[in-house]
């Protein structure tokens, strides 16, 4: 098989932006190149989101040269060598090549080096250490040209080596499988994250969080999930442990019905303890409503689904969350929900309610207990009769 050269006409090779900050560091013999995800997802036709440059410039000298061009330069990693330079209002994190001098599972003293090699070699996967010049010609130290496109996640060197360096790769080794693997997992990756999956107790809950919000939304999410959990991964990750089957039938579910399944709803199918999922993996009071709401019209649609509920639902949540909680309770209940309570909780938009405190406060009620149970009866009512713009029928 032949192995491309260069991956010279990306689209982002051309970006002034980026030909900005390369011209700024490429200075008095010092080289800048692509590394990572924008040369791995060119590799593979994946669409190319960040730009990430190593070079052998210090962070101290990438930072004075960014400035010296007009560029913004952040220091927002730099006793990992890492600046971040902003061009044209895009960042672009360029870092200095770098050896591991220590780690303790969880962090890295690094060196500084020379050495691209040597960079190379301290990566977590071999299709993550492909760098690519600015003119796209290709350099590859350990073979990860071949493992991108072949779909094989890859351990650089020793599978366990790496691990220890940083326990959060057992986890990067599903989620990178899950967004790029075709086949099984790597059979020595897979046995020394299981054999090592101890470590994992080691890592910050963000961190976790951080890399599961990114699996379950992966393609290969269902399988990489599977493997987890029968490895005895997910009870160290997820509070109370997972359930995959529950998972895996959301999110066929899904599909077949054209209903999307965001993340929050993917994680509340995953997870047995729904309600410890926020402190798990510190999840934004932003996410943790979200569950919330998807829970509790999970419940309320086991115990009753039909047209009023599923009004009930969008009124008060919308039609997302609504979908994400009707496709919850089939799931669990092992059926496919209506179709026309799908397009229900999809496309109903309701109008503007008739029944409102100020009505009733005008018909006499006062402010307290009984105005808002009376508040309640009437919108339940008015959602029972299909929620007309005019309703008189009970206010």
């Not at 895009?90 to 020379?114: C, K, M, Q, S, Y």
């Not at 991964?233 to 997972?242: A, E, T």
Request: glycine residues 10%.
């Amino acid at each position: 098989m032949n192995l491309p050269v260069s991956i010279a006409g990306a689209p982002f090779l051309s970006d002034p932006a980026f030909r900005r900050v390369i011209a700024a560091v490429e200075q008095d013999g010092d080289r800048a190149r692509v590394v990572g995800g924008a040369v791995r997802n060119t590799l593979i036709g994946v669409p190319v989101d960040d730009v990430d440059i190593a070079t052998t410039a210090s962070p101290e000298t990438v930072a004075a040269r960014a400035s010296s061009a007009g560029l913004k330069a952040v220091p927002t990693g730099i006793a990992h060598g890492t600046v971040t330079v902003v061009s044209s209002g895009r960042p672009f994190e360029v870092t200095t090549l770098r050896t591991d001098i220590e780690t303790d599972g969880r962090h890295a003293v690094v060196a500084f080096t020379r050495d691209w090699e040597g960079d190379a070699r301290r990566r977590d996967f071999t299709m993550n250490a492909v760098y690519a010049d600015a003119d796209g010609a290709l350099h590859d130290p350990v073979t990860g040209i071949a493992d991108a496109l072949a779909g094989r996640v890859r351990f650089i060197g020793s599978p366990a080596e790496r691990i220890q360096e940083d326990y959060l790769r057992i986890l990067r080794f599903f989620r990178f499988h899950a967004h790029y693997g075709r086949g099984p997992l790597d059979a020595a990756g897979l046995e020394a994250a299981v054999r090592l999956r101890e470590g994992i107790d080691q890592l910050s809950r963000e961190r976790i969080g951080v890399e599961m919000r990114k699996l379950v939304v992966a393609g290969g999410a269902v399988p990489a999930v599977a493997v987890m959990n029968e490895a005895g991964i997910l009870d160290r990750i997820l509070p109370g442990g997972g359930v995959p089957l529950r998972f895996s039938s959301v999110v066929d579910l899904s599909a077949r019905l054209g209903v999307p399944i965001g993340l929050e709803a993917r994680l509340a199918a995953l997870a047995i303890d729904r309600k410890a999922l926020g402190k798990g993996l510190r999840l934004s009071g932003r996410e943790g409503k979200r569950v919330a709401a998807i829970v509790q019209w999970t419940e309320e649609f086991a115990a009753r689904l039909d047209e009023v509920n599923v009004r009930f639902a969008v009124l008060r949540v919308g039609n997302e969350v609504a979908c994400e909680a009707l496709v919850l309770a089939a799931a669990e209940k092992g059926l496919d929900p209506d179709a026309a309570l799908v397009r229900l909780a999809r496309d109903f938009q309701p109008p503007e309610s008739p029944v409102t405190a100020a009505r009733l406060i005008a018909e006499g009620y006062a402010p307290g207990p009984a105005l808002g149970a009376e508040l309640r009866r009437r919108e339940a009512a008015w959602i029972a009769a299909g929620c007309p713009g005019e309703f008189g029928g009970d206010v």
